[in-house]
């Protein structure tokens, strides 16, 4: 099991930049394919951001495409999720989630099996 704890959300104001980290345990954490999500309220979870196993290859959501940037530095076991320009519709619970059975960067849910508990992101216009 790969232990994920998000961290960097916050308040703010509609256009400017927030980055959320997600730092891993895990020996395998550089094996498996990484992923961030959210979940606005009333609404269901939604994939914003894919990572292949080296961070060469990755997937966005086309809301957050060309404002979102995800990386990750496997010496430290971390994900990164840059946001930047952010709209009040980014108002979410973003989550980090590991699959460890895929190294590609995947935007199917089902397929992570390892969650964090999420970490508040409120955009205000």
């Known amino acids: 099991q790969v232990q994920l704890v998000e961290s960097g959300g916050g308040s703010v104001q509609a256009g400017v930049s927030l980055r959320l980290s997600c730092a891993a345990s895990?020996?395998?954490?550089?094996?498996?394919?990484m992923g961030w999500f959210r979940q606005a309220p009333g609404k269901d979870r939604e994939p914003v951001a894919a990572?292949?196993?080296?961070?060469?290859?990755?997937n966005y959501a086309d809301s957050v495409k060309g404002r979102f940037t995800i990386s990750r530095d496997n010496a430290k076991r971390t994900v990164y999720l840059q946001m930047n320009s952010l709209k009040p519709e980014d108002t979410a619970v973003y989550y980090c989630?590991?699959?460890?059975?895929?190294?590609?960067?995947?935007?199917?849910?089902?397929?992570?099996?390892?969650w964090g508990q999420g970490t508040q992101v409120i955009v205000s216009s």
């Open positions: 989630a590991a699959a460890r059975a895929i190294t590609e960067a995947t935007m199917i849910t089902d397929v992570y099996d390892s």
């Open positions: 990572i292949s196993w080296s961070g060469g290859s990755t």
């Open positions: 895990g020996s395998t954490f550089r094996f498996h394919a």
